[in-house]
């Protein structure tokens, strides 16, 4: 490393300045590390907290690769980036965390898949098309999935008929068997450039049933210690095959009879983790962090039950954002909303969250649902 961590010099570079990159911010400001942001949006959730914030696509290549050679260490909150640009400053000497070679893995669901199957990991059986013309032999219903641009919801659909076939985009896309599933369960993996790693409690997922984003996340999952067990081997035969560096979010479905599919991967912090800020030793941002620049990783104990609650936009409200309800929740025990900042509101977009902790996961439970009750985002009329 070309200039010393915790030294007037460094630099540590984030591409994107959304949430996650805001919520990143919380330990560079806590270590005093000067952090450069570049987004091609403004007023970007990580615009306040960032050193300098750079206004750039991080798409461009020409951008990312003048941005990158500004800063001792970088890594991204978003895989839509210039993976190109990424891979030219690896060989330029900069330290790039998760590496070209990773993102080139998972951001295209498509490959993410056959490495899967490559690597002998457990997943849904699956077919990968050019374009979404036929059911190409396929029985009903299944899963079909975009390639590449598919995030919050976007870019997945059920499939029962050949009519659910139409107006779908022409792209490269996955047919996957629609899994019988038990519950949805994720696993966080911090892996740093040493090769030290651990692995968070297995969490358990909610979704909501139209808008297939998470509407909650449950720390510790409710599941016996030998699925838990399971779970983080699983997550770790997972990184371990990736050899990333930074964070890995596995997504897993524990399936009626007790099998544990992978069903998709995040290389950075992932909403699945979000609970930690307030529920574990060490949050999921802080030990990103630690990952990217080599530090020892820390402890991944929870010290709480936690449940979180995603806040997104009202269905029928775009617009300035109003967070309808908050002073109602900041009178709940165990109750701490996080506003990200955006100051637009459209229905179901990620505007923030809620994390709720007791020392029994249950009360959380309830509570959480209470708090989903009483908070609305919605735009100002």
Known sequence: MST???SSPFTLGILGGGQLGKMMLYTTRKWDIATYVMDKDDTAPAFEGCTVFFEGDIMDYQAVMEFGEQVDVLTIEIENVNVQALQDLEDKGIAVSPSARVLNLIRNKAVQKQFYLDSNIPTAPFQIHEQPILNHGKDYPFIWKSAEGGYDGKGVKVIRQDSDLTDLPQVECIYEDMI????????????????????YPVVEMEFHPE?????YVICPARIDDAVSEKARAIALEVSAAYDHVGLLAVEMFLTKNGDILVNEVA?????SGHYSIEGSVTDQFEQHVRCVLDLPLGNTDSTVAAVMVNLVGEEGHTGNVIYDGIEDILAMPGVTPHIYGKKQTRPFRKMGHVTVVDKDVAVAREIAAQVKDRIKVVANS
């Open 267 to 271: 290389p950075r912090p992932h909403n």
């Open 180 to 199: 019988d599933f038990e519950l949805e369960l994720a696993v966080i993996v911090a892996r740093n450039a040493s090769g030290d790693m651990k692995t």
């Open 4 to 6: 010393p961590l915790f």
């Open 211 to 215: 808008a297939n984003q998470v509407e």
